[in-house]
């Protein structure tokens, strides 16, 4: 696992018959926030938390531990039958890594790039004969709403146009830092506010691929457009929509033609994956 910028400190649990678990802590993030090392180490025995999330095998909840003001999420994956746990088999052991792990090392990329992220605090993993049986993610809380809920509160058109040039010119950085998130909506991206400045920051990253040969190309970047496209059409109107690609490609906005591409090509893979009521055009 990939340890800069933070001290990562790997824990070995004693292991309990077939089973072993193993969990890293970021000692460093943990100690900066004021948070009790021991219930991180074992966040079975947090108080209950708020369910943010929920799906078959997954859970996300917030807690807010004793003696810290600044809330924390765990995000818990399981495999609770033998068909999940076989796809756990090739997917979390010589064929790849765990989700949370995986979601991990992209908060670990996307800070390293200088862009906002939540730090992680610990990651865990529990294997029965080497298989993944469940692993778990926590991570600091940001105090900022998903910018799809901000967007639907009442907001000048200078602080939309102003939030809207920020989140272009951060995906726009991700992007050429060689990070491709592969799972963009704007329900898991966070704004925030301070003195009037607007910073993004990206929530729920497992499918995030990082490239070792520069910024992702364009034929990579368009579907991950396409897919802010739809999920920006209840909140963004077609001209502010368009605003943000011009911000995101200003290099392309110069030539009319090649941007006329690339809005063609957007439209083209959104209409694909929406509904037929959401075929609206950029």
């Not at 909840?61 to 924390?72: K, L, M, W, Y």
């Not at 049986?133 to 000048?156: A, H, M, N, Y």
């Amino acid at each position: 696992m990939k340890k800069s910028p933070h001290q990562v400190k790997r824990l070995e649990q004693v292991s309990r018959g077939r089973e072993c678990s193993r969990i890293w802590l970021n000692s460093d993030g943990i100690r900066r926030l004021g948070y009790p090392i021991a219930s991180l180490s074992q966040p079975e025995r947090l108080p209950p938390g708020q369910v943010v999330a929920e799906s078959r095998t997954s859970r996300t909840t917030r807690h807010n531990p004793s003696g810290s003001e600044q809330a924390i999420y765990v995000k818990k994956y399981w495999y609770p039958t033998f068909r999940d746990r076989r796809k756990g088999f090739f997917r979390a052991t010589f064929f790849g890594r765990p989700r949370a792990r995986r979601e991990w090392e992209a908060l670990v990329h996307l800070q390293n790039a200088g862009l906002g992220a939540p730090t992680p605090l610990a990651y865990g993993e529990t294997r029965s004969w080497g298989l993944l049986k469940q692993c778990f993610l926590v991570t600091e809380g940001i105090p900022g709403p998903p910018i799809s809920d901000w967007l639907q509160q009442k907001r000048t058109p200078g602080e939309v146009g102003d939030a809207i040039r920020v989140f272009a010119a951060s995906l726009k950085k991700l992007h050429d830092a060689g990070i491709q998130p592969c799972q963009l909506r704007l329900r898991n991206i966070l704004i925030t506010e301070v003195q009037g400045a607007f910073g993004i920051h990206y929530l729920d990253l497992p499918r995030t691929k990082v490239s070792s040969n520069g910024p992702i190309p364009w034929k990579k970047r368009i579907p991950e457009l396409a897919d802010l496209e739809l999920s920006s059409r209840i909140v963004l109107s077609p001209p502010r929509r368009m605003r943000f690609l011009h911000h995101y490609a200003p290099e392309l906005a110069v030539h009319p033609a090649r941007f006329r591409s690339m809005l063609r090509e957007v439209a083209r893979i959104a209409s694909r994956r929406g509904r037929p009521q959401d075929d609206s055009r950029l």
